[in-house]
T-cell receptor
Framework: AQTVTQSQPEMSVQEAETVTLSCTYDTSESDYYLFWYKQPPSRQMILVIRQEAYKQQNATENRFSVNFQKAAKSFSLKISDSQLGDAAMYFCACDNAGNMLTFGGGTRLMVKP | DTGVSQNPRHKITKRGQNVTFRCDPISEHNRLYWYRQTLGQGPEFLTYFQNEAQLEKSRLLSDRFSAERPKGSFSTLEIQRTEQGDSAMYLC??????????????FGQGTRLTVV
């Protein structure tokens, strides 16, 4: 079984500032994938960024980047130059079987103008 | 094709009634997933199909739940004799993966079920 833990139920950031969302996971597999998904209010979940566990280089997608610490089983998301549209629930997820995603409990991000 | 489509978007039902939800995946996506999300929580895996075959079911999927994907296209999720604890958002996702590698899963907007 795998578990994903997000210890920050809510986070707040000033517009244009940087914020980091935390995630830890546990899996017995050596080959797995990690994801951050964004769920805006009343809208569908969309993929923000993905990291393959066998890759040492941290993934980056425009203003979004991750800090992947494999030994510590940590996978944090950094959002730079925060925008009002970044306000949403953010879910960390792990997949190690290619069959299903295990999600954390989510972090609600608020962006202050 | 603009994405994963789920119908209805909202469903209110009385306890004990049966309900059925539909999911239309992105064309040619051979994997289809169902998740359940309760308020303030992350989604929990229920089941998934590869083409028409249901390959895995979570322990969350009690005997009152049944899912089908005839002909490997759309899928239905039926809940019989609904209980108040079934109230949740039911999410469908699809992906083009065919082997062990999980590529991006695209989610629908979900069906919100309220059992009164």
């Amino acid at each position: 079984a795998q578990t994903v833990t997000q210890s920050q139920p809510e986070m707040s950031v000033q517009e244009a500032e940087t914020v980091t969302l935390s995630c830890t996971y546990d899996t017995s597999e050596s080959d797995y994938y990690l994801f951050w998904y964004k769920q805006p209010p009343s809208r569908q979940m969309i993929l923000v960024i993905r990291q393959e566990a066998y890759k040492q280089q941290n993934a980056t997608e425009n203003r979004f980047s991750v800090n992947f610490q494999k030994a510590a089983k940590s996978f944090s998301l950094k959002i730079s130059d925060s925008q009002l549209g970044d306000a949403a629930m953010y879910f960390c997820a792990c997949d190690n079987a290619g069959n299903m995603l295990t999600f954390g409990g989510g972090t609600r991000l608020m962006v202050k103008p | 094709d603009t994405g994963v489509s789920q119908n209805p978007r909202h469903k209110i039902t009385k306890r004990g009634q049966n309900v059925t939800f539909r999911c239309d995946p992105i064309s040619e996506h051979n994997r289809l997933y169902w998740y359940r999300q309760t308020l303030g929580q992350g989604p929990e895996f229920l089941t998934y199909f590869q083409n028409e075959a249901q390959l895995e079911k979570s322990r969350l999927l009690s005997d009152r739940f049944s899912a089908e994907r005839p002909k490997g296209s759309f899928s239905t999720l039926e809940i019989q004799r609904t209980e108040q604890g079934d109230s949740a958002m039911y999410l469908c996702a699809s992906s083009p993966v065919g082997g062990q590698l999980l590529t991006e899963a695209f989610f629908g907007q979900g069906t919100r079920l309220t059992v009164v």
